[in-house]
């Protein structure tokens, strides 16, 4: 996560958060979504629901709080207007990582995954 972002890969982040945005362009922040999110259920914060997602994501406002949904697609399920939520947290995850500013938990299981083939290391067999 040390190298600068190139020109392209910037010009690629603007681009998916445009698209993520563009995602939540209909909805009406009805918070049915909330009900059903495993995150929101357990955090308990408005950020991490799927209507907090939208607000962030609605103001290009791009965090790391992106990782904290769990891709379930619940909320998509039971959004009144078939809202694509998955869909724009991915971008906006696949943006971070453009950014040089995605998780650097992500970044080592990735360099374990090119070393050894394994994201948890190697495997001792008995």
Do not use: W
Not at 40 to 49: D, I, P, Q, T
């Amino acid at each position: 996560m040390n190298k600068k972002p190139t020109e392209q890969e910037l010009i690629e982040a603007n681009n998916l958060i445009e698209e993520a945005c563009e995602v939540f362009d209909t909805c009406t922040s009805c918070g049915l979504c909330k009900s059903i999110c495993p995150t929101f259920k357990v955090l308990m914060e408005e950020r991490v629901s799927p209507r907090g997602h939208a607000i962030l994501l609605s103001d290009k406002v791009l965090d790391k709080v992106v990782y904290e949904c769990t891709m379930c697609k619940a909320c998509e399920k039971k959004c009144p207007i078939n809202i694509k939520v998955c869909d724009a947290v991915q971008k906006a995850r696949e943006a971070l990582v453009l950014k040089q500013k995605g998780l650097k938990k992500n970044e080592e299981m990735l360099k374990r995954f090119k070393k050894t083939g394994n994201v948890f290391e190697k495997v001792e067999r008995k």
